[in-house]
């Protein structure tokens, strides 16, 4: 073939290439026009009225009218368009976006991260650095230094950013409420009804409705989302143009910043007081960012630049040509402003996409609380993952019916959109505000440009900001109260679990069983090993916790094998699943004690026990052997020995044998490549009560047990044979999960303010989910160990 010939092909095959992206990136942007903007499309229900409400409701002049689309325009622009399509989308965590994703990546560059159990092995995963990219050749920022000198930079860090956290919480509440009421409120024009019970009690269906939609599963509708939107989006710029054109083609000269000046001109000082309703028209563009990682950036770029923004624009435009010759229609202005024969078609559209916005911002309160509750900063809640339509997106049920009670309540309580609109601006506000200040800091730690750099976007940015918020805190008596009663609540529960947890690790940190006690006890450890294997569950990183010798003092008997569980958090969005689990070692060989670390993300889930067994039993045998051959890699020093992260090893999945077996075969003896053949030690009794327990578990009724065996190899050493096939007896023989159940008290000559929040900490323990729920744990296999914690 001539070099002409392999140009061509390779000319052909980019093309090809490049056309598939295209069409991906097209079909991914219109995926995110139904899950990612329809909170920030809805706003023009509700911007207008927002800012002429109170005292401006009376003003006739169209000068306001302009300097008002005005303002929304070079908010649309600064705000969405210049902050976070061009420069917050860049600030992502190896692809991942939000506030979360923004700590983690300060974490990692500067020693902010609170996470107790942290490793030198961690800053070695492949998502830790950029590729390519390392802190270590890089010269230390001189404000890197300030802060990591400052002992209380770090909680301060990390109370900013569940102050965040919580508002996205109550954004996930507010958004219903707010979105449901203004798009009902178009039938007191067009059907007649003045009944504001009536409009009331049609938004409460409509909000269970919402909410309920969440616990059946809006993935199976999923596939409507993007249609309604973009539906919703073609609605709006028709309205739009139709306004102009016929109420007051001269709008457009309120694109000049001038007419901001002849707002303010003749609004006074009621125009700043009504500032915050400007700040509407944004409302939702943290959203973008926040589920940057199920769309990406060319996506999202797309969607805003060709489809949301001129829509948006040209919406607000033809509100404003519309009021300015229909003053006395501003407080229902969209509405107002739709033409007879499009009302219906509008009204049903608009309610559905208020729908569809309600929820994308519910689905981003629950995985904002996922990611708090990796970093140890919301109590235990039970977690469903749904692997249609978005991959990763998560439904907690405790905090839906919790945010359907709060949207009933405020929608109940102010039952108008106005009023509402005060706590959702200040909430959005305060959301952006963080993600300011984060986004400057990840400017000079990060990015590593100059501090002057990320002074003037935090200065530029921040400013702004600051006047909108300032704005709002007039309107706190009116409804903004609201906002500060329930973030407060969740501020606190969320930051005392955190210190709660932290006090506890810490607890065991100082009572750990030294590695000493466990060599004084010979090589049978003094006690009877029953077949088996136990697995035993500790925050601890190295080092017994306390609960082994807690258990071992009242019941002198184990299994024959033990495993140190540490499941911990890493603070990356994800770990590659072939360098989650460290295996190591833990005192002499013949005592069958190894210590295996599940490294998370914050986007991680937890997998199925029962993969989670089977990954264990082939991590151990790997890394026995990789121990025995002298060629582990990957590996760290410890004081239990060394780990190794033994999924990297090309031999691994290749040491046993594997076949599935049913649970009622548990029974049978375990046929080996080899003569050899091992039997279960259970008792015919102990057998027939497993399988009538397996049996009744429903999560255990169709599941199937890996059966695994040795292959016919030849080992050098014959106690690495020895080990593995004891290793595979025990896995036979059963698995059985200890954890601690622990009773947390503060000591008794504690300050108030401890006393209060180790009390508040207790009590949430008990009435929150217990944790073999997130580490799906069947009961049947479970064994508790009480534990008191005075601390």
Not at 162 to 174: K, N
Not at 412 to 425: E, K, R, S, T, V
Not at 710 to 728: G, S
Request: charged share 15%.
């Amino acid at each position: 073939m001539s070099s002409d010939d392999s140009d061509r092909e390779r000319g052909v095959a980019a093309m090809m290439e490049c056309r598939y992206q295209r069409k991906a990136v097209f079909f991914l942007a219109i995926q995110s026009l139904g899950f990612l903007i329809g909170d920030l499309s809805i706003s023009p229900l509700y911007v207008y009225q927002s800012i002429f409400s109170g005292r401006l409701h009376h003003i006739q002049n169209e000068d306001a009218i302009f300097g008002a689309f005005s303002l929304i325009f070079w908010t649309l622009s600064l705000m969405s368009l210049f902050k976070y399509v061009v420069m917050v989308l860049n600030a992502d965590d190896n692809g991942e976006g939000g506030i979360i994703a923004l700590y983690s990546l300060l974490c990692r560059n500067a020693k902010f991260c609170l996470l107790p159990n942290h490793q030198a092995s961690d800053e070695e995963l492949s998502t830790y650095h950029k590729p390519g990219c390392t802190n270590r050749n890089i010269p230390s920022s001189p404000l890197k230094r300030l802060i990591e000198r400052h002992k209380n930079t770090k909680p301060a860090l990390l109370i900013f950013v569940l102050l965040g956290a919580c508002m996205v919480v109550c954004i996930g509440a507010l958004t219903p409420a707010i979105s449901v009421l203004a798009s009902i409120k178009g039938l007191e024009i067009q059907a007649k009804v003045a009944n504001n019970s009536m409009l009331l009690a049609i938004s409460c269906v409509l909000l269970v409705g919402i909410f309920v939609l969440q616990h059946r599963g809006a993935h199976n509708v999923a596939f409507m989302f993007p249609p309604i939107v973009i539906l919703w989006l073609l609605l709006n710029f028709m309205v739009g143009i139709y306004n102009v054109i016929k109420w007051n083609p001269r709008v457009y000269q309120a694109l000049s910043p001038y007419y901001i000046y002849r707002f303010f001109q003749v609004t006074g000082k009621d125009g700043w007081a009504n500032l915050g309703g400007v700040f509407l028209c944004v409302t939702g563009t943290e959203a973008m960012f926040a589920d940057l990682g199920h769309f990406g950036q060319a996506p999202i770029r797309v969607a805003f630049c060709y489809v949301i923004y001129p829509c948006l624009v040209l919406q607000y435009m033809g509100q404003a040509a519309f009021l300015s010759k229909n003053l006395s229609s501003v407080h229902i202005s969209f509405y107002a402003s739709i033409p007879d024969v499009l009302f219906w078609p509008v009204f049903v559209v608009a309610v559905l996409a208020a729908i569809v916005a309600s929820q994308a911002v519910i689905s981003a309160a629950f995985s904002i609380v996922k990611q708090c509750h990796a970093f140890d900063c919301f109590p235990c809640v039970k977690f469903v993952h749904s692997r249609r339509w978005i991959q990763g997106q998560t439904y907690i049920p405790e905090i839906n019916w919790i945010l359907m009670i709060i949207s009933l309540a405020v929608a109940i309580g102010f039952g108008d959109p106005i009023h509402i609109g005060y706590a959702y601006g200040i909430a959005c506000l305060i959301v952006t505000y963080v993600t300011t200040w984060l986004t400057s800091l990840v400017i000079n730690l990060v990015w590593h440009l100059s501090i002057v750099a990320a002074l003037a976007f935090l200065i530029f940015f921040g400013s702004i900001e600051v006047l909108f918020l300032s704005s709002y805190c007039m309107k706190i008596p009116k409804g903004g109260w609201v906002l500060l009663v329930l973030s407060a609540v969740f501020l606190v529960v969320m930051f005392v679990w955190h210190y709660g947890s932290r006090r506890k690790y810490l607890f065991d940190m100082h009572n750990k069983v030294s590695m000493k006690w466990i060599l004084t006890l010979g090589p049978s450890l003094g006690i009877v090993r029953v077949p088996g294997m136990g697995l035993i569950y500790t925050e601890l990183a190295a080092g017994i916790p306390s609960t082994f010798s807690h258990f071992l003092t009242n019941l002198p008997a184990f299994y024959q094998v033990v495993v140190f569980v540490c499941v911990k958090t890493v603070p990356v969005p994800s770990v590659p699943h072939k360098e989650r689990y460290l295996i190591g070692r833990i005192g002499p060989k013949s005592y069958r004690m190894y210590r295996c670390i599940v490294r998370n993300g914050y986007n991680d889930v937890y997998s199925d026990e029962a993969d989670f067994e089977n990954d264990l039993v082939l991590s151990i045998a790997e890394f026995i052997q990789l121990e025995a051959e002298g060629g582990s890699r990957n590996l760290e020093g410890s004081v239990d020995g060394r780990m190794a992260v033994v999924k990297t090893s090309g031999k691994f999945g290749k040491r046993l044998l594997m076949s599935e077996s049913a649970i009622a075969e548990e029974g049978s003896s375990l046929s080996l490549s080899e003569t050899l053949t091992v039997t279960s030690s259970k008792s015919p009794t102990l057998k027939r009560l497993q399988a009538m327990y397996e049996q009744e578990s429903p999560e255990l009724s169709n599941r199937k047990r890996i059966r695994f065996e040795l292959l016919n190899t030849i080992y050098q050493d014959p106690r690495v044979k020895e080990e593995l096939l004891e290793l595979v007896e025990a896995k036979r023989a059963g698995v059985a999960y200890i954890i601690s159940h622990s009773h947390v008290k503060a000591k008794w000559n504690s300050s108030f303010l401890k006393r209060f929040s180790i009390n508040l900490y207790s009590f949430l323990r008990k009435n929150c989910r217990a944790p073999t729920v997130s580490l799906n744990i069947p009961h049947i296999y479970l064994i508790k160990v009480g534990m008191n914690y005075h601390v």
